[in-house]
């Protein structure tokens, strides 16, 4: 790979790895695996990265992106993967960030995008509900315009860290008439509004990221609505790409399989290694094949995007292909984990704590990554997508 990259490229990827490894430090783990689960630990990293000019790399340059050649944003996100670096969160600077910049009014970028940047707002994603998840569209909380402000009522689920939010992006309904699609928009409403209940929901990792929120008679200016009124499902639309394009965490794949590579590579008791073992490795070469492919599959979206183009039904392949690619490693390491039973794989370091390396409370669950196929829409709709829009059947 380093023959492709220009002497300008190699110096950025120095720049990079002496930042990474300076300011993702011992504090900054601490932090991570601090009581209120991550949220401090990722607020401080943002800031770290805020400070470098570094957070926003998706973001245009005027808005306060990098302005970033796609080699560098490439060599960015391989060298935070490798080192294990988690992602930002991305429901701020990820997902309703680049709905504000394309679509948001003058005052609503002036207001909510520094605070993005800076992580002095931490946002959540209020689009599912209890009767409306793969078809979205079916959504019922409702907004009615009351002089200039809608009165918000209804539920979301399965809202991630929505009791650590300020702020939550909602799709609602404001008409009945026409097609589903054709009555829903976009608000942004403030967490500390009179009405508004967040209710835990515990996951079977004994985790508390998840919630229900409930909007009870909720008051939100017209000016929060992005866009306009009856137009959310096209911003909703833009959102989806963008967050399905992030979920494919090739960078954290790869990593993984190195991983994967050296536990398997130590010998148990004298018996040789499992990496010797035929069936291992070519289990562990498929994956390997299947996640170059991904790997120049997602180039291919990160060029057309570099040009104007949003990444479109491709997002779908890319969420598709990384989440299997993602729970094909971590089947293998749960079947080696099982092989080497007993044996911490490095000083300190358990099997139960290598799939969770920043957490506090690390599980097998995060071994699985089950939850990954069925957020941001789940797999067997983003083959729906794919033979309509890509594959055209
Ligand atoms: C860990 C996690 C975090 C999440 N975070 C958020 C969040 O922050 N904000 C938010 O808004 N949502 C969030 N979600 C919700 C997520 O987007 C939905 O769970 C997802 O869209 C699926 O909807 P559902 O759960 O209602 O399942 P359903 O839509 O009821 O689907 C049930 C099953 O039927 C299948 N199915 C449904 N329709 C079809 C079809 N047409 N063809 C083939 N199969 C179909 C599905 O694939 C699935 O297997 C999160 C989910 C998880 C698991």
């Keep these: ?28 783990l601490a932090l991570l695996r601090g009581p209120d689960g991550v949220k401090s630990g990722m607020v401080e ?5 805020y400070k470098q000019g570094w957070v926003a790399p998706g973001w245009p340059k ?30 701020g600077l990820i997902m309703v960030g680049p709905v504000i910049y394309t679509f948001g009014s003058a005052e609503q970028k002036q207001r909510f995008l520094p605070r993005i940047l800076k992580s002095e707002d931490w946002w959540c994603q209020g689009y599912s509900e209890p009767g409306a998840g793969s078809d979205l569209a079916a959504l019922q909380t409702k907004a009615e315009r ?11 689920i399965w ?19 026409g097609k589903k699609q054709e009555g829903i928009s976009f608000l942004l409403i403030d967490m500390t509004s009179p009405g508004i209940t967040v209710n835990p929901i515990h996951t079977i990792d004994s985790k508390h990221t998840l919630n229900e929120v409930q909007f009870d008679q909720v008051r939100v200016p017209l000016a929060n609505r992005i866009g306009e009124e009856n137009k959310g499902w096209t911003y909703a639309k833009a959102l989806l790409e963008h967050e399905r394009t992030a979920i494919a965490g090739v960078g954290d794949s790869k990593r993984k399989l190195s991983q994967i590579r050296t536990h398997a590579a130590q010998e148990k008791w004298g018996e040789g290694c499992v990496l010797d073992d035929p069936k291992f490795a070519s289990r562990l070469a498929a994956i390997e094949v ?35 690619i993602r729970q094909s490693l971590d ?40 939850a990954a196929t069925i957020f941001g829409g789940s797999n067997e709709v983003q083959r729906n997508i794919t033979a309509k829009y890509v594959l055209g059947l």
């Design 62 to 91: 005027e808005y306060g992106g990098t302005g970033w050649s796609l080699t560098q944003k490439y060599i960015f996100e391989t060298e935070r993967a490798l080192r294990g670096i988690p992602d930002v969160v991305p429901f």
């Design 290 to 324: 299947e996640l170059m492919a991904l790997e120049f599959t997602e180039l291919r979206s990160l060029a057309s995007a570099a040009v104007g183009k949003g990444p479109g039904a491709a997002s779908s392949l890319l969420k598709l292909k990384g989440t299997e």
């Design 45 to 49: 990293w943002q800031r770290r990265l």
């Design 159 to 177: 809202t991630t860290y929505a009791q650590h939010a300020d702020w939550i992006f909602c799709l609602v309904r404001t008409s009945q008439e």
């Design 146 to 156: 009351d002089g200039d402000e809608y009165v918000v009522s209804g539920a979301k």
């Design 331 to 370: 089947q293998l390491h749960m079947d080696l984990a099982g092989y080497y039973s007993g044996i911490a794989v490095e000083p300190g370091e358990s099997w139960q704590t290598i799939g969770h390396e920043y957490g506090s409370d690390a599980r097998v669950e995060f071994m699985y990554g089950r």
């Design 1 to 28: 790979m380093d023959t492709n990259f220009s002497a300008d490229d190699l110096a950025f990827r120095e720049e990079v790895r002496a930042f990474l490894d300076a300011q993702f430090d011992d504090d900054l």
